[in-house]
């Protein structure tokens, strides 16, 4: 089974609800944009049932190249990680 398409997501909301698609496109567009200024700002976005954003700092660790096996230091960075919520859990598995 393949994945729903961005304008695939977009219809189905307009199907459901007596929205346009151009309507739900921006609100689409709007939580994506309220997302990622969310996260940058206090480090967190809720998804209310779904999940959430989370910036997280990860620690510079020790790797191993692949292709040599020789050790390499991977520096410290920042990652957004998607913690799904557990009523999404329960209700998918």
């Known amino acids: 089974m393949a994945k729903m ?3 695939q997501t977009i219809a189905v909301l307009a199907d459901k609800t007596e929205l346009s698609k151009k ?3 921006g609100v689409l567009e709007a939580i994506v944009n309220l997302a990622y200024a ?3 700002k206090s480090g967190v976005f809720v998804v209310p ?3 959430k954003l989370v910036k997280v700092h990860r620690k510079e660790r020790m790797g191993r190249n692949p292709a040599t096996g020789a050790s390499i230091k991977i520096p410290a960075k ?3 990680k998607f913690r799904v919520a557990k009523a999404a859990k329960e209700a998918v598995l």
């Open 5 to 7: 398409t961005k304008s």
């Open 38 to 40: 969310e996260v940058k």
């Open 78 to 80: 920042t990652v957004v």
């Open 49 to 51: 049932g779904i999940g």
């Open 23 to 25: 309507q739900i496109s």
